[in-house]
């Protein structure tokens, strides 16, 4: 009898846990791609549409799941506002066509606009097939710009990318604008050191971004941090090849916002032209670029691993105008070491109005001379910087090398 209850009591616990569990999983509804047509080997585009319609206006959460296998797809674009979070879980490879035609500047092959709470997952990557896209009418052209970025995030607010690759992007991999509160984590983003204008993550106009874990191996900027930036917090990137971690270009155009509140921590730098660098544009307007921590840093076998450039002038394209107007302040370099293949361990070259408040405290970089041989030294103008702690080699003493 006794053990008969206790049975019973049992049964019915178990009953209650299975239900809820049943509960908690059916919370969220899954939409697999391959339920709306989508074949590995076969186009993608058609699915994606239809499973995101549905997603999007599901009012438990969704997740989209695009199994593994390689889809071929032309474009996507995914539009919220969406009645629930979603999710995006890519375990697949999707595939660009490797012609850039059908897009127009500042495009993304896949572009999730006005959306909140997305996260966008998976081990699978997004395969920009870029190879044909690099050459030579790339550079110095706006060609480039025509060009589709692998992921374009507008207006993404409260939200997650994690754990997927991009590769080999036409443009730029993953651009960000006016998102907020968004986090990139455990990322791997890579393209040859010879392509074109691959950067990582570009970042405007948004606040409150965390990048974290990634690693980015790629053709330019490892991340490029835009206008109307602010609060954010990149830490644990491993970056290059590459052109290093960049606040700017800034000032190319009128009214642009400030960029206020960036700090890079612990962060490795591998055979990457630039390490840490401010740029703007010789001649540009007014602006701000303000509260730039750049800490806990290593170098290896980096050009110019501390570099701000307020002569940024890449193949004479600037106006005759010179100086730059953007006021650069609060710039602290800490605890930064490893080695130089330049003599030049910092470049601090500022503007019109002359670099305030900029830090050097415990630095301590070695010019190998892989590319030019000489003991590291550097090149200053507009900044007197506050140095502490142990500075090796001593800056802004040979200004005009
Ligand atoms: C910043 O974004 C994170 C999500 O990435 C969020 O948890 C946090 O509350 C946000 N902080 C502020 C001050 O908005
Ligand atoms: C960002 O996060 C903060 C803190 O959680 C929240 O107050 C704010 O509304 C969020 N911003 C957006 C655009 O959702």
């Not at 616990?13 to 989508?38: H, M, P, R």
């Not at 007014?286 to 940024?312: R, S």
């Not at 394209?317 to 490893?338: A, H």
Request: charged fraction near 20%; proline fraction near 5%.
């Amino acid at each position: 009898m006794g053990l008969q209850r206790n049975k019973n009591v049992l049964l019915i616990s178990l009953v209650v846990l299975v239900a809820i569990s049943v509960v908690t999983t059916t919370n969220c509804q899954t939409f697999d791609v391959t339920k709306y047509g989508a074949k590995p080997d076969g186009p993608i585009d058609q699915a994606l549409v239809d499973a995101w319609k549905e997603a999007c206006a599901t009012p438990a959460k969704a997740k989209i799941i695009v199994p593994k296998g390689t889809y071929k797809l032309s474009k996507a674009f995914f539009l919220g506002p969406c009645k629930s979070p979603v999710e995006f879980q890519l375990d697949g490879i999707l595939m660009a066509p490797a012609a850039a035609s059908g897009f127009k500047s500042g495009d993304g092959w896949v572009t999730f606009e006005r959306i909140q709470h997305l996260t966008v997952s998976g081990t699978g990557t997004f395969d920009g097939n870029g190879k044909d896209s690099w050459g030579a009418k790339c550079k110095r052209t706006d060609y480039c710009a025509q060009l589709p970025i692998n992921l374009r995030l507008n207006y993404v607010t409260d939200s997650e990318f994690k754990d997927f690759t991009s590769k080999d992007s036409k443009q730029f991999h993953i651009t960000v604008l006016g998102g907020e509160n968004l986090s990139f984590k455990n990322l791997k983003i890579t393209a040859p050191e010879d392509s074109w204008t691959t950067d990582g993550i570009h970042l405007g106009r948004s606040t409150n971004i965390t990048i974290s874990d990634c690693t980015i191996t790629t053709g330019d900027d490892c991340i490029s941090i835009g206008d109307g930036t602010k609060k954010l917090t990149v830490t644990k990137v491993s970056c290059g090849p590459g052109h290093g971690i960049s606040v700017g270009s800034l000032g190319k155009y009128k009214n642009e916002l400030p960029v206020e509140g960036v700090t890079v921590t612990d962060c490795t730098f591998k055979g990457t032209s630039n390490g840490v660098r401010v740029k703007t544009w010789e001649g540009s307007p007014e602006g701000i670029a303000t509260d730039l921590h750049f800490e806990k840093l290593t170098m290896e076998n980096v050009e110019n691993p501390i570099i701000i450039d307020q002569e940024y002038c890449p193949w004479g394209s600037c106006s005759d105008v010179k100086g730059s107007k953007i006021k650069v302040s609060k710039v602290t370099f800490k605890d930064i070491k490893g080695t130089a293949s330049t003599p030049f361990a910092y470049k601090l070259v500022c503007g019109l109005y002359p670099c305030e408040n900029v830090q050097l405290m415990n630095i301590n970089l070695q010019s190998t001379g892989a590319k030019i041989a000489g003991k590291a030294t550097s090149v200053c103008k507009n900044v007197k910087p506050q140095i502490s702690g142990t500075i090796n080699p001593p800056p802004c003493i040979d200004s005009a090398a």
